[in-house]
């Protein structure tokens, strides 16, 4: 199984920027495995004020010669601090589309804040919430859409409240990098 990004103007087409992996077709680019970045960039002061969701649309392909039974996908978040408080400042949600064999296979979007239409979003924290996406046969796809949201009860616990300036906060940035973990098991 492999993930690819999308692009917009056709199959097997480079996609170098993860930003513009807006849906569409399954781009010749490989997600790469465990490098900061590679799906969502780091948060923006804008997007942590104005609490926008953003999107990303992905193809999980099959290159396997049989059929992938039982494919599971799930999100791990990072432990709690020594208090118990969340140390994640996003959630993420995961929406699966068959990819038909006719025409563009997956709805594209205009921009990461646009939400698609066609899909609808599971919550998948943790392997006892992992979103069973079926059985990818051999040589296809499944068309994935992730989305981050932002907590904002999260940000009131890890931000110093002294730095919030009129629903704004004034240019101060977590201590450290938040790491999710995305999971597939088949």
Request: with cysteine; aromatic share 10%.
């Amino acid at each position: 199984m492999i993930l690819y990004y999308t692009c917009i103007q056709g199959t097997a087409i480079s996609q170098p920027k993860p930003e513009f992996s807006l849906g569409g077709y399954m781009s010749s680019s490989p997600v790469p495995n465990g490098i900061l970045g590679n799906l969502f960039s780091e948060l923006s002061l804008l997007t942590l004020d104005k609490l926008q969701d953003e999107f990303i649309g992905l193809i999980l392909y099959n290159e396997q010669t049989t059929p992938s039974n039982d494919v599971e996908l799930y999100f791990n978040y990072p432990a709690p601090d020594l208090n118990g408080n969340p140390t994640n400042i996003c959630k993420y949600y995961i929406a699966s589309v068959q990819l038909n064999t006719t025409g563009q296979p997956m709805e594209n979007i205009l921009n990461r804040n646009a939400q698609p239409f066609n899909a609808t979003f599971y919550d998948a924290a943790g392997q006892s919430e992992a979103v069973n996406l079926g059985v990818i046969p051999s040589q296809t796809g499944l068309a994935l859409w992730i989305k981050r949201s932002v907590i904002s009860d999260n940000i009131k616990l890890l931000f110093d409240p002294t730095t919030l300036d009129n629903n704004f906060l004034a240019g101060t940035v977590p201590s450290s990098v938040e790491e999710i973990d995305m999971v597939i098991t088949y």
